[in-house]
Structure formats: structure tokens, C-alpha cells
């Protein structure tokens, strides 16, 4: 259904669902201002775009609303639905679920969830295994465990699949086509991807870094929905990969990651290496030396789908092993590339995906069905002016300001009044319980936590 007519017919069909039942979402429901104009401008136009792309249900396969893909606007894509949502769950959390549901009631009966839906059909080619992610995000923010535990059950089939057909028996993952090698499943291409036998032989450093972080996923969405001995499991799987891909790929000598055909490692990094990071594969001392590859971010443009996933999973795995301040600078850098990009339909998706980065990253906010962690990571060009956060679904506002001292003052109000008001230092966290979701046991204001690793 990519012709021009069913084109037509699904924007007459949203443009009628729009004027009966208004706009998908309101932008206005939570707004972000920083001391940067032109980030505010983007930003606004970026989910002014997104708007738009939100789609009613339609046709045999979307059952629920889902986004239309920059590309194809009668196809939805699971990378750009995975960075959609990641952003939706802010204003609209249902939305954000229903539009990654998509993909899992689509299904295949193997267990095989597609990389791209149309109304009548879905691909046969498999969606990079990260859909989890944008489920597990929007339940933090709910609190709510049936739609995770219909995300975890789908992902379970899944992760059976790609055990039984992209698993060696040395335990690492091989790409069973070269369509496994494209950016739409490994986020990372090789630069010279083999072809026939050497297929076979081929493993790739960014396919199975990135099937760590799933069964990372899986056993943290196990635990959550009742099922600790899956979790456990889950996390044994990733234990197990992460040491076998560290011994196919690492090399002690170049002190980097390599992807490796017919045994013999390339003679070019792999470009995936700060992957390792999200999954937690490495350890400290290896994640030190792969730090050193962010020096090649400072001029970093996501001007793709997968790089913006790619930078906000590095950004996530930075921030697992402590490195708050370099995850900060390189979301900064990767911001400013975002705002100057000519004006664009996918380089306004790209803003709009990049409210994540700077909300987790820069300002440090995340959001949870029962109180806001503030881990500021706000840059020195930004003291002593206001960084505003207004939630009217939480019905709160957040102001923050770094002063000349690198201490921010945070005060948070819930309907005019002050809830919160604290002094945190950069880089560290603080937990704010919600007043009224409080019910005596909860940990409130917790005293400043320096840089050690947090558990949220």
C-alpha cells in the first residue's frame, strides 16, 4: 500500500479522526525551555512534526495508533517508532505503547517481530531486537505492569527465535542474511560486510553488543512483571554472551573491538565498540579505554535513525559506568550538530527525538509514575540562567539553575506551590517522591550521591 491512492486515503482518514477527536497529542502538555533559544525553536518544531506523523488505526494491520515512518508515510518503521516513543511517553505514554504494540501484534507465529508494518502487510526482515526499550521507559512512567507484561511475553518468543536461528555454538550471534547487517538491526554496518560463506562465518561486534543489552532488557522487564527466575536467566544469558563476544572481538594489543570473519579480526575497529557499554560487557578498565573514542563525538551528527538510537544508548552506557560529565558533553555536542541541520521532515523527527538526550542527559530529569530523579548535567555556558520543565499531566513544574559555585538549585512545585526544594550538586541525584503518590516508605530527598553508579 504505497501508492499515491492509499496515501491519500490514510491522510483523509487521519485528517477526519483529527478534526472529530483533535490532534494525537498537545505539545503543550509538557514543555522544556533552556536557556537556548535555538534549541527551543527546533524542538517545539520537532514535536510539532511529530504530531503529525501519529496515525489512527488503519487497515488490516494497524490496530491502534501508530507513527508513519519520514520515508514511507504509509509504513511504520521500529526504529523510528523505538526513538517516537521514547519521546511520546513524556506527553502520552499510551500513545508511546500503543505505537510500539504495533509491531508485537504483528508478529509472525515463528516469533519473528518485523522491522517495518504497512496496513495490509509486515516485513519478513526482523526489527533490531530493541523494542523492549520504549515499553519499559513508558512503564516507569505509569507504574503500570499488564502492558509490560504483554511487551515481555511477545519479546520472550522473540528472543527464542534469535537464539535458535542466530546462535552459534560457540554462543555469539551471526548475522543469518546480509539484511541482518544493515542499520535497521545492528544500528552499525560493517564497512565491507562479507558475502556468502564468509557470511556465515561473520561476527559482528555490534550485533551481539546489542543482544547483550536485550536479554538485559528481558531480565529487567522479567523481574518487573513477577518472574524472578526468568530474570535470572536472563541475566545469566547476557553474563554469558558478554564474555564470549569479549574473547571473539576484543583485541588486548589495539585495546579495541574488532569485528571478526573466518577467525581473523578486521583491520578496522568496529565503529559499535561504545556499544559494549549499554550491556555493561566490559569492565571498568575496558570501558576507560573506550571513553577515549569520544573524542571522535565532539563533531558527532545523528543524522540517521539508528545513530540517534546508537548515541542514546552510549549516552545511557556512559552513565551506567559513571561517566556523567562526558555523557553531558557529548549529548551537548550532538545537540548543537541537531539545531544547525537545514530544516527538514527527517531532520525535524531527529529533533523531536533528541528531547530524551537532552531531558536525561543535559538537564538530568526523568520522569516515574511516583516521583522525578534530578541528575543535572547542565554545561557551564548555562549558569546561573533558568531551565524550566513544566508537566501538566503531574500537574508540577521543575526550575533549575546551576550557580557559579557547581551547585543547582532545584525547586518543584506542584500547582503554584513549592513541593521540593533542594541544592544538588552537578552530576549527582537526588530522588523527589511525590507528595501524593507517597505512601511512607519511599526514599525522599536523598543526601547528594557523588558520582557512584545508580540503580533507576
Same mark, same amino acid.
Not at 209 to 230: E, K
Not at 365 to 371: E, I, S, T
Given at each position: 500500500m504505497s501508492n499515491p491512492f492509499s496515501r491519500l486515503a490514510i491522510a483523509v482518514h487521519n485528517r477526519m479522526r483529527r478534526a472529530v477527536q483533535g490532534p494525537p497529542f498537545d505539545p503543550n502538555v509538557f514543555q522544556i525551555v533552556t536557556p537556548d533559544e535555538e534549541i527551543n525553536r527546533r524542538l517545539l518544531e520537532g514535536l510539532n512534526h511529530l504530531s503529525r506523523m501519529v496515525c489512527y488505526p488503519v487497515g488490516y494491520r494497524f490496530r491502534s495508533r501508530w507513527v508513519s515512518s519520514v520515508e514511507g508515510k504509509t509504513t511504520a518503521n521500529a526504529l523510528e517508532t523505538i526513538l517516537a516513543s521514547l519521546t511520546l511517553r513524556y506527553f502520552d505514554p499510551q500513545l508511546a505503547l500503543d505505537a510500539v504494540r504495533c509491531f508485537f501484534v504483528n508478529q509472525s507465529l515463528e516469533g519473528v517481530v518485523p522491522s517495518a508494518v504497512s496496513p495490509m502487510s509486515a516485513s519478513s526482515v526482523p526489527s533490531a531486537p530493541l523494542l523492549l526499550l520504549p515499553a519499559l521507559k513508558c512503564c516507569e512512567t505509569t507504574g503500570g505492569r499488564d502492558d509490560l507484561a504483554f511487551f515481555y511475553n511477545r519479546s520472550v518468543r522473540f528472543s527464542d527465535w534469535l537464539s535458535v536461528h542466530k546462535k552459534r555454538e560457540d554462543g555469539l550471534f551471526h548475522p543469518g542474511g546480509r539484511e541482518d547487517l544493515a542499520e535497521g538491526f545492528t544500528l552499525f554496518p560493517p564497512a565491507a560486510a562479507p558475502s556468502g560463506a564468509?557470511?556465515?562465518? +561473520?561476527?559482528?561486534?555490534?550485533?551481539?553488543?546489542?543482544?547483550?543489552? +536485550?536479554?538485559?532488557?528481558?531480565?529487567?522487564?522479567?523481574?518487573?512483571? $513477577?518472574? !524472578?527466575?526468568? *530474570? /535470572?536467566?536472563? #541475566?545469566?544469558?547476557? /553474563?554469558?554472551?558478554?564474555?564470549?563476544?569479549?574473547?571473539?572481538?576484543?583485541?588486548?594489543?589495539?585495546?579495541?573491538?574488532?569485528?571478526?570473519?573466518d577467525g581473523t579480526r578486521a583491520a578496522v575497529s568496529s565503529p559499535a565498540a561504545l556499544l559494549a557499554l549499554p550491556g555493561e560487557v566490559v569492565d571498568r578498565k575496558k570501558a576507560e579505554i573506550l571513553t577515549a573514542k569520544? #573524542?571522535?563525538?565532539?563533531?558527532?551528527? !545523528?543524522?540517521?535513525?539508528?545513530?540517534?538510537?546508537?548515541?542514546?544508548?552510549?549516552?545511557? *552506557?556512559? *552513565?551506567?559506568? $559513571?561517566? +556523567?560529565?562526558?555523557?553531558?558533553?557529548?549529548?551537548?555536542?550532538?545537540?548543537?550538530?541537531?539545531?544547525?541541520?537545514?530544516?527538514?521532515? /527527517?531532520?525535524?523527527?531527529?529533533?523531536?527525538?533528541?528531547?530524551?538526550?537532552?531531558l536525561e542527559n543535559v538537564i538530568g530529569f526523568y520522569k516515574y509514575h511516583d516521583r522525578y530523579v534530578i541528575k543535572p548535567g547542565i554545561p557551564d555556558q548555562w549558569k546561573e540562567r533558568r531551565i524550566g520543565i513544566v508537566d501538566r499531566a503531574a500537574r508540577r513544574a521543575v526550575y533549575l539553575v546551576l550557580r557559579e559555585t557547581g551547585a543547582v538549585e532545584?525547586?518543584?512545585? /506542584?500547582?503554584?506551590?513549592?513541593? +521540593?526544594e533542594a541544592e544538588i550538586r552537578n552530576f549527582s541525584f537526588r530522588n523527589f517522591v511525590f507528595s501524593d503518590r507517597a505512601a511512607g516508605n519511599e526514599v525522599r530527598n536523598v543526601p547528594d550521591a557523588g558520582n557512584r553508579r545508580y540503580a533507576y
Amino acid at each position: 500500500m504505497s501508492n499515491p491512492f492509499s496515501r491519500l486515503a490514510i491522510a483523509v482518514h487521519n485528517r477526519m479522526r483529527r478534526a472529530v477527536q483533535g490532534p494525537p497529542f498537545d505539545p503543550n502538555v509538557f514543555q522544556i525551555v533552556t536557556p537556548d533559544e535555538e534549541i527551543n525553536r527546533r524542538l517545539l518544531e520537532g514535536l510539532n512534526h511529530l504530531s503529525r506523523m501519529v496515525c489512527y488505526p488503519v487497515g488490516y494491520r494497524f490496530r491502534s495508533r501508530w507513527v508513519s515512518s519520514v520515508e514511507g508515510k504509509t509504513t511504520a518503521n521500529a526504529l523510528e517508532t523505538i526513538l517516537a516513543s521514547l519521546t511520546l511517553r513524556y506527553f502520552d505514554p499510551q500513545l508511546a505503547l500503543d505505537a510500539v504494540r504495533c509491531f508485537f501484534v504483528n508478529q509472525s507465529l515463528e516469533g519473528v517481530v518485523p522491522s517495518a508494518v504497512s496496513p495490509m502487510s509486515a516485513s519478513s526482515v526482523p526489527s533490531a531486537p530493541l523494542l523492549l526499550l520504549p515499553a519499559l521507559k513508558c512503564c516507569e512512567t505509569t507504574g503500570g505492569r499488564d502492558d509490560l507484561a504483554f511487551f515481555y511475553n511477545r519479546s520472550v518468543r522473540f528472543s527464542d527465535w534469535l537464539s535458535v536461528h542466530k546462535k552459534r555454538e560457540d554462543g555469539l550471534f551471526h548475522p543469518g542474511g546480509r539484511e541482518d547487517l544493515a542499520e535497521g538491526f545492528t544500528l552499525f554496518p560493517p564497512a565491507a560486510a562479507p558475502s556468502g560463506a564468509a557470511l556465515e562465518n +561473520h561476527v559482528s561486534a555490534a550485533l551481539n553488543f546489542i543482544m547483550v543489552y +536485550h536479554f538485559r532488557m528481558m531480565s529487567l522487564a522479567a523481574r518487573r512483571t $513477577g518472574s !524472578p527466575r526468568d *530474570g /535470572r536467566k536472563f #541475566e545469566a544469558r547476557a /553474563r554469558k554472551l558478554a564474555k564470549a563476544v569479549v574473547d571473539a572481538c576484543w583485541d588486548d594489543a589495539r585495546r579495541d573491538f574488532f569485528d571478526v570473519t573466518d577467525g581473523t579480526r578486521a583491520a578496522v575497529s568496529s565503529p559499535a565498540a561504545l556499544l559494549a557499554l549499554p550491556g555493561e560487557v566490559v569492565d571498568r578498565k575496558k570501558a576507560e579505554i573506550l571513553t577515549a573514542k569520544l #573524542e571522535t563525538l565532539a563533531a558527532y551528527n !545523528p543524522s540517521t535513525p539508528s545513530r540517534m538510537l546508537s548515541l542514546y544508548l552510549l549516552l545511557e *552506557g556512559l *552513565g551506567k559506568y $559513571g561517566f +556523567h560529565a562526558a555523557a553531558s558533553n557529548a549529548a551537548s555536542n550532538a545537540l548543537k550538530n541537531v539545531v544547525r541541520c537545514p530544516k527538514s521532515a /527527517r531532520n525535524l523527527f531527529l529533533a523531536a527525538a533528541s528531547l530524551p538526550i537532552l531531558l536525561e542527559n543535559v538537564i538530568g530529569f526523568y520522569k516515574y509514575h511516583d516521583r522525578y530523579v534530578i541528575k543535572p548535567g547542565i554545561p557551564d555556558q548555562w549558569k546561573e540562567r533558568r531551565i524550566g520543565i513544566v508537566d501538566r499531566a503531574a500537574r508540577r513544574a521543575v526550575y533549575l539553575v546551576l550557580r557559579e559555585t557547581g551547585a543547582v538549585e532545584c525547586r518543584i512545585l /506542584r500547582e503554584g506551590a513549592v513541593e +521540593h526544594e533542594a541544592e544538588i550538586r552537578n552530576f549527582s541525584f537526588r530522588n523527589f517522591v511525590f507528595s501524593d503518590r507517597a505512601a511512607g516508605n519511599e526514599v525522599r530527598n536523598v543526601p547528594d550521591a557523588g558520582n557512584r553508579r545508580y540503580a533507576y
